[in-house]
């Protein structure tokens, strides 16, 4: 039985990353950031707090067809950088073609940037050799909740013969909480196994393009969030995600939407030497 993420499935080095980030993003040690490089994060963050319709929640639309922005790895310098490697590709130079459009992007584990490497220390953080990369941009953190919810979806190349056996990759979305340099984590693992990638117990033999998504809604106010995996729209899977990550004990059911807004997407771990193809990152407001 292949089940929901579980913290016994990272190995040391993921864990230890995802430790990292948890301590770099939780409120409790917010005050470990410089006071300038604190600013800096809420400042920006600030700027997509807005209240209103729908209309005023941040969409945002990635193609890859021209740039990497909004992703950060170990180019990236100083505290809004990050680990591992975002490359971009064409259709005259990639091994896949684009989900859509003439480009797309492929994300590797690899060595962090010289600020999560070196300098952390300085500001009380510890440092960190390797990791993934994330979605740091703060503009993309919103306060507004739409009446609608909202929706993050990232097209991921999936082939199961890019991957040994195990945990192929992890991958997360978060929502942050509002007025605060804080986030909650929601994650699941594909594992491969016999051939194939799964998400849960549903099997992913062929290669191709699969959007993953979150869709993020409310009853009576509180939070419901539903993955879905697609393929050319269609709907081949969905499940619910009931449970934190980090804080299996803490219900989804358990939160106030009008606590959060929209966060970023993680590869909390990723097989080492494999270059995974990303394409047509979307966020926007739900239906």
């Not at 605060?180 to 929601?186: D, L, N, P, Q, S």
Request: hydrophobic share 40%.
């Amino acid at each position: 039985m292949r089940t929901f993420l579980s913290n016994s499935n990272f190995n040391f080095v993921a864990a230890l990353c995802s430790l990292f980030l948890l301590i770099l993003f939780s409120s409790c040690e917010k005050e470990s950031l410089s006071v300038l490089e604190d600013n800096i994060l809420d400042a920006k963050a600030q700027n997509n707090e807005k209240e209103g319709s729908d209309d005023d929640f941040q969409s945002f639309h990635q193609s890859f067809n021209n740039n990497t922005d909004a992703w950060a790895d170990q180019y990236v310098e100083g505290v809004l950088g990050w680990c591992g490697t975002i490359e971009l590709w064409t259709k005259k130079t990639g091994e896949v073609m684009p989900s859509k459009g003439n480009g797309y992007a492929t994300v590797m584990w690899g060595e962090c940037n010289t600020f999560w490497s070196e300098e952390a220390d300085e500001e009380g953080l510890p440092t960190f050799q390797y990791g993934a990369p994330a979605t740091q941009d703060p503009d993309l953190w919103s306060a507004t909740w739409p009446s609608s919810g909202f929706i993050q979806n990232l097209d991921i190349y999936l082939d199961p013969a890019m991957f040994d056996n195990g945990v192929a990759f992890t991958y997360s979305n978060s929502l942050k909480l509002q007025g605060e340099m804080a986030f909650i984590y929601f994650a699941f693992d594909v594992v491969k196994d016999a051939g194939s990638l799964y998400i849960n117990d549903f099997e992913v033999s062929e290669a191709g393009w699969y959007t993953f998504s979150y869709v993020y809604g409310e009853d009576e106010g509180k939070l419901l969030i539903d993955f879905q995996l697609l393929q050319k729209n269609q709907l081949l899977y969905s499940f619910p995600i009931e449970k934190r990550l980090y804080a299996p004990e803490v219900s989804t059911s358990d939160l106030w939407v009008d606590d959060y807004g929209s966060g970023y997407i993680w590869f909390v771990y990723l097989q080492d030497g494999v270059a995974l193809p990303i394409d047509e990152q979307m966020l926007r407001a739900g239906k």
